[in-house]
């Protein structure tokens, strides 16, 4: 009889690194924070919502007061705060994202602004995942877990 005795020590150490890993996602979910901050970055660039529909363009109002003040004519571009202050926060569990300006909300669902709230600022939806969005967070993720695995193997 032949016997054949196999060290799966390795083999078990990596797979154990691995399950360490999957447990504790911080860096998993920081790599898609950080995807999450281009995503919008180019969002606004391109004046989209998650699905690539335009945004509401601005009123002849909003321009002529924009252009008379020297702003840039951009949507949810006034001095840049929204675009350019977007921040994730990571757990154990999950990334979370969005801005902390207080015009966020107004701005993403649409609502009434200004002294005694005579101003209608239409719906410019800036924050969400739409589709391909999806997809590419799935790849950041596909990417760093087979980064993870070929440290460890």
Do not use: C
């Amino acid at each position: 009889m032949i016997k054949i005795t196999l060290d799966d020590t390795q083999a078990v150490k990596s797979l154990q690194q691995i399950a360490s890993q999957l447990q504790q996602p911080r860096k998993l979910y920081g790599v898609l924070g950080e995807t999450l901050k281009k995503i919008h970055t180019e969002r606004f660039k391109k004046e989209v919502d998650s699905e690539g529909n335009n945004w509401k363009p601005l009123s002849a109002k909003t321009l002529a007061r924009k252009r008379k003040k020297g702003k840039s004519t951009k949507i949810l571009r006034q001095d840049g705060y929204l675009a350019d202050k977007t921040a994730y926060n990571v757990t154990n569990n999950n990334v979370e994202f969005g801005s902390a300006e207080i015009y966020a909300r107004l701005h993403q669902f649409g609502g009434k602004a200004g002294r005694g709230g005579k101003v209608t600022v239409p719906k410019r939806p800036w924050l969400g995942v739409g589709q391909k969005d999806e997809n590419y967070l799935l790849e950041k993720a596909r990417n760093h877990l087979a980064k993870v695995v070929g440290q460890i193997g």
